[in-house]
Structure formats: structure tokens, C-alpha cells
């Protein structure tokens, strides 16, 4: 399913996105090294082992750009202008190396565009689950989309 245009949402409309996603170590090793994190939570199992959660934590960029990921193809695909902005990430849960992490999106808040008249902004509420139903991450996107035929 391709993206939607701003005027083909609906305040309350929701998602469950079809792509579910297990992490891996590699993919852990690489954000952290790609974005110079040197925290030992997310690299050195003897570190993560001694702490509350007892192996590695995987990284939450990772987590919070897998759980927007997962939503592009349903949500923004080809409609999207611009993302004004994320607010309210949260992590209420660890994930870790194995975890199979799923997404799902609702639409909160729907604003036509003052300085674009052919867009409007959607606001989208997306979560992401891992294999047990817990939340391991939230927040709200700000997206601008093109309207259909504009």
C-alpha cells in the first residue's frame, strides 16, 4: 500500500503494520558505530551483563528509526513534502538483540497547510511492540503530506 494524501486521513484513523522486523546484533553494532556511541550498554557484554537488565540493551536510535521505518510504506510513501518534526519519544521498555519489534499508527491531529495550500499536516501517533505486546517505544511525527491532486 502506497502513502496516503493529507485529505484521505481521518482523526482516528489506525494502522497495524504489516512488516515485523527482528533485531540483530549487526544491526545494534552498526548504528551505535555509525553514530560514535561508545556506550558499553549497547557494545560490551561483559558492561551489560553486570547491570539491571543483564545483556546488552540495543540502541534506541535504532528502535526509534526501525518503529518509523516500519510505518513509511503505509503511511508516507510518495506523499510525503516534508517531516516537520517528532515530539513525546518515549521508551518505556528495553528491547533487546532478538526481540522482534512490530509497529502501529494512529492519526491524531489533521491541520491544512497556511503556506502550502496543495498540503497539511498530519500528525501521527506511532508504537512499537515487541513479541510480548509491550510498548518499547513511542512518539508523535509531524508530517507534511501533498493533498491528492495538488
Known sequence: MAGR??????VG?????EIHRTVTETDNLIISTLTHNPQPLHLDTEYASAT??????????????LMVGLSVGDTTLGTLVANLGYDKVTMPKPVFIGDTLRAE???VELKS???????????????????REEIVCQCLRMALLKRSGG
Open 105 to 107: 499508527t494512529e492519526v
Open 52 to 65: 539491571e537488565f543483564g545483556r546488552i540493551v540495543v540502541n534506541g536510535t535504532f528502535t526509534f528509526a
Open 113 to 131: 497547510s497556511k503556506s502550502r495550500p496543495n498540503a497539511g499536516i498530519v500528525t501521527f501517533q506511532h508504537r512499537a511492540l515487541n513479541q
Open 13 to 17: 484513523d489506525r494502522i497495524a503494520h
Open 5 to 10: 494524501f493529507f485529505d484521505q486521513w481521518k
